[in-house]
């Protein structure tokens, strides 16, 4: 990006970005100093003010540290950062990272899925169980269109990772539905062999009810990843 492409009314978030990509790039490595306030100020046109939010925020996503003499160290992001890492680069709408980000979330949502199915019939009450299967007879009218199924996804899922007692995957789901991450933009035609298999859906909730952990961990992790493989194919066009 150059000098003229930093758009005033967000000059920090766009000097952010740029030096986040340069990071994650290799082109500033691990180990090395950041590119002096001074130095990025006058690279981009902006005040200096700018660059110490955009570096605020580099150092609050993990990216960079501050050392006590002053200087701005260049962290191994891959030992440092954190999911809000792959939400920023979405926020920044950068196709290309995008792309491979939507197969490694889908990937993250099929391991998840797995477990809080494993987890969902080791834990949940009977009343829980009794929802499932219930929203898994409401997903048998929800067809055949793809989007009413979607929906009816949704929500037969939360279902099963609220009945998993794990906060952590709940949080992880909210932010795979609500559009934080890609999955959420996939569209559901490439999600169409998984969405449209009512009857594994069915099973998935009997087994889960029955507390048959490690079937319904099983079935789960095969029903998810039928969208991995369309997804991948997509983004590798």
């Known amino acids: 990006m150059t000098r003229g492409q930093i758009r005033r009314e967000a000059v920090s978030d766009q000097v952010f970005a740029v030096v986040r990509d340069r990071i994650l790039g290799g082109v500033l490595p691990p180990g090395s100093a950041l590119t002096a306030e001074r130095e990025l100020a006058a690279e981009f046109g902006v005040n200096r003010h700018a660059v110490r939010e955009a570096v605020k925020r580099l150092q609050q996503a993990r990216l ?88 009816a996804d949704i929500a037969w899922w939360r279902l099963i990772v609220e009945g998993s007692g794990n906060l952590a995957y709940l949080l992880s789901f909210n932010s795979l539905v609500g559009g934080a991450l890609p999955v959420a933009a996939v569209p559901d035609d490439l999600r169409a062999a998984e969405l449209l298999d009512v009857e594994a859906h069915v099973r998935l909730a009997a087994h889960i009810a029955a507390r048959e952990a490690a079937v319904a961990e099983r079935l789960a992790r095969e029903l998810l990843a039928r969208s991995i493989p369309l997804a991948s194919r997509k983004a590798n066009r």
């Open 64 to 151: 960079v540290e501050v050392s006590h003499g002053g200087r701005t160290l260049v962290l191994d992001w891959r030992h440092t950062a954190g999911l809000e890492l792959a939400v920023g680069i979405v926020a920044a709408g950068d196709p290309s990272a995008s792309a491979d980000l939507t197969r490694d979330a889908l990937e993250m949502r099929a391991c998840i899925g797995a477990d809080a199915a494993r987890l969902c019939a080791l834990r949940c009450s009977d009343v829980a169980a009794a929802a499932i299967l219930e929203a898994a007879g409401r997903y048998l009218t929800a067809g055949p269109d793809l989007a009413d199924l979607a929906a």
